[in-house]
């Protein structure tokens, strides 16, 4: 039995159609990159760019993007068995590869674990739902209050209808949006935050 409160959220949630994050988010590449069997990711910083990277773990090796531009920079089809996944680490980390090779990067996914839910400035993402086990990607700027009509100060911005949902959430740095499922990565991205005098 769930309480009239909760009917009339349940209600919200399944009427707000799937819409566009606000400005400043983009979406990178304007579509979700095929990944099948993908188990997990984690964010890293190029250390060149500064750019936000992320790393992807499937069945099929080990990728990491440009968070910024979405493009592939290096790949591990082949990597080594006992580290492949990262429930063979106690903090949920697969080693870096490419520019961050050498490093360990904390996955989120199949395995557990978790990406941030809020940005520095108050942006918030939360998962919900409403028809499951179909997810969907809340995104907010009202500290996840969620308050109001869809496309005011929530946006419905992902459904996961199609296939499993492994994560969702922020990167350390705030500046990408990531939204993993078992079959694909589809991130936002904004610009650096405005340097205070």
Known sequence: MITEYQQRLRA???????????APWQPVLDA???????????FAVHPDT???L??????????????????????????????????????????????VAGTGIRIAGLFGGG??????????????SPDWPHDRVILSADGGANRGAAGGTWWHVFHSEYSELRAAGFSP?????????????????????????
Not at 12 to 22: D, H, I, K, T
Not at 32 to 42: A, E, N, Q, S
Request: overall charge negative; charged content about 15%; hydrophobic content about 35%.
């Open 12 to 22: 919200r949630y399944l009427g707000a159609p799937v819409m566009a994050a606000p």
């Open 54 to 99: 992320v790393m992807v773990v499937s069945h099929d090796g080990h990728g990491l993007f440009d968070a910024v531009t979405g493009e592939k920079i290096a790949r591990d089809r082949d990597p080594d068995p006992a580290t492949s996944t990262p429930d063979a680490h106690p903090d949920l980390a697969c080693p870096g590869l490419g520019p």
């Open 173 to 197: 740095t705030g500046l990408t949006l990531a939204v993993a499922t078992s079959s694909d990565l589809t991130l936002w991205a904004r610009p650096q935050f405005p340097v205070e005098d």
């Open 50 to 52: 500064g750019h936000d």
């Open 32 to 42: 979700r990159t095929p990944i099948g069997g993908l188990l997990g990711i984690g």
């Open 115 to 128: 990406l941030h839910g809020t940005t520095p400035d108050g942006w918030t993402v939360n998962v919900v």
